[in-house]
Each structure stands twice: as structure tokens, then as C-alpha cells.
């Protein structure tokens, strides 16, 4: 699909002003040049354009708020000033994977005051001798190149990054623990209706059992009384065949 096409299809109707992240990656530049991106995305912060066949970065608009540009897997090899002109805030910049050979092409990013990442991978220059010192020299602004800086130290995340986990670690944890008190407030009130049910139905069968119970008693006294009278009659049968005898 040809870039100015990909990127019309990434607007998803929404107009250039609005879009702060584009990502056209695997696409392709009919002229090995940048087609169809233009100055009205003034919002955007973060452009991706790997493995799209550019061999330049000349018609590269004006992005005044860019910070990260992933220009990897392409065919550029030099004529970077475009970069410094146009995207004054970069401070992530990938090359990887490009036709980088000479210290002097990388020059142009010393106008690059916030630059802090630089990604050479694959690039021939790395290839050169203290290819990192010499690059750590000649972009003293650069803190990690290739994922590690100057004592190879591995770069940790964005500072922004960090900075929205944290907040959205802090807003998520507030979510988290108002429904968790709200869940302990509803397993409460429904352990208090568990437990008057509970004691309700105690009662109740306390009051069956003292029923049964009572029943049991009038039936044990009726029997009694039965046997009672059962014994009495035949004492007085009994009395009646003595009469009869001693007559």
C-alpha cells in the first residue's frame, strides 16, 4: 500500500490536528521520499515509518511537538538536517537498520538539543572503530546509543513513560481499593443479613424443639396416666376375685 494511502486510512476520520501517534510501518514510498504526511499534524508525538523504503528525510514536514521517530529498516544514508529543522524536540531517534556509514552524516543531529536515544543497529557505521566513544563525543546530549549508555548501562523507560504508569499506577490502585472497600462493605452487610437470618432461623428452631420437646412430655404423662389406670383396674379386678374366693 503506498504511504499517502496508509495514512489516510490512519486518520480514521479523524483530521491531522488531532493525531498525536501515526504508525505506517511496511508501507511504501513511491519515491523513496515521505508522501503524504504534512505540517497540519502539528500535534503529533510520535511517528513510525520502519521498513516504508525511504532513502531520504528531505520532505519531512514541520512536527514541532515529535519526540520519538522510529526511522528503522530503510534505505536513508545521509541528509539528516531535515531532522533538526523540522523535529526541534526529538528525543528518541531510531536509524536502525539504515545505510549509515561515516561519523560526519550523524552531524547534522547536533542540532538536536533533546535527543537523549539514538539507535544505530544494523547500520554500517557500528562497525567502525570506539564507534561508541566517537559517537558519545560527538553528540554529547545523547545519554543511551543502542539501548545503553556510555558505562553500558541499559536505558530504563521513558521519563514520560515512567511518569503516566505512575499516575495511572496511582489512579488504578484509587479504582482498586474503593472497590475492594466497596466489595468488604457489601460482604458486610450481607454477612449482617446472613447473620440475623442465620440467628432468626436458631430461634426458630430453638422454639421447634422446646415444641417437641413439650410434646413429648404431655405425650409421656398421657402415657402414664394410661398405665395409671391400667394398673388400677386390674388392682381393683383383682380386689373383686379375692371377695369372690373368700366367699
Known sequence: MEMKKRISLELRNRTPAEVAELVVDN???SDGEIEGLTDEFKELEFLSMVN???TSV???PSLPKLRKLELSDNNISGALEALAEKCPNLTYLNLSGNKIKELGTLEALQ???NLKSLDLFNCEITTLEDYRESI???LPQVTYLDGFDAEDNEAPDSEADDD???????EGAGQLGDYEEEEEDEEGSEGGEVGLSYLMKEDIQDEEDDDDYVEEEEGEEEEAEVRGEKRKRVAEDE????DE???
Do not use: P, Q
Open 245 to 247: 374366693d373368700d366367699d
Open 52 to 54: 516504508v523504503g525511504l
Open 239 to 242: 380386689g373383686e376375685d379375692d
Open 164 to 170: 503516566d504508569d505512575d499516575e495511572d499506577g496511582e
Open 136 to 138: 558519545f563525543e560527538l
Open 27 to 29: 508501507c511504501r514510498s
Open 58 to 60: 528531505a520532505k519531512l
Open 111 to 113: 542540532n538536536l538539543k
